[in-house]
């Protein structure tokens, strides 16, 4: 019974990737970083991690691409994806849903509330 949860991190920005990153490991999670979507997909097939949370501005090839393309591989369509989204961007959500995203979390994190929602997106995809 494999009982550490992990979530695969793809942001390009530093201080948003050290902020999520350093909560995560905060309340115990194991934790894959890419800083961009091919390097993200390529981790996420090769780990299979429990979530993964997914910066929808990327250099290169976005969230949204990068968010269809997990949901149309047989390996990882089951791994939910949830959007990191700039506040400023409005429109963005729709579009990571859209994508295949299960939710979103807005940007600049909420560091108290970020923790629970993690939680309630990897509950709520776990298996009965
Ligand atoms: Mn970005």
């Not at 910066?55 to 976005?62: A, H, R, S, T």
């Given at each position: 019974m494999e009982d550490t949860t992990t979530v695969l991190v793809i942001e390009d920005n530093p201080l948003n990737m050290e902020l999520v990153c350093d909560i995560l490991e905060a309340n115990d999670y194991a934790v894959y970083q890419a800083c961009a979507a091919q390097e993200g997909i390529k981790i996420a097939k090769e780990n299979n991690p429990n979530l993964i949370l997914m910066?929808?501005?990327?250099?290169?090839?976005?969230g949204l691409e990068a968010t269809q393309i997990l949901k149309e591989d047989i390996s990882t369509k089951d791994i939910p994806v949830v959007a990191l989204t700039?506040?400023?961007?409005?429109?963005d959500e729709e579009k990571a849903l859209e994508a295949g995203c299960s939710g979103y979390i807005t940007k600049p994190i909420d560091t108290r509330e970020f923790p629970s929602l993690v939680k309630t997106f990897i509950n709520s995809s776990a298996p009965e």
């Open positions: 910066d929808i501005q990327l250099p290169g090839m976005d700039a506040h400023a961007m409005k429109g």
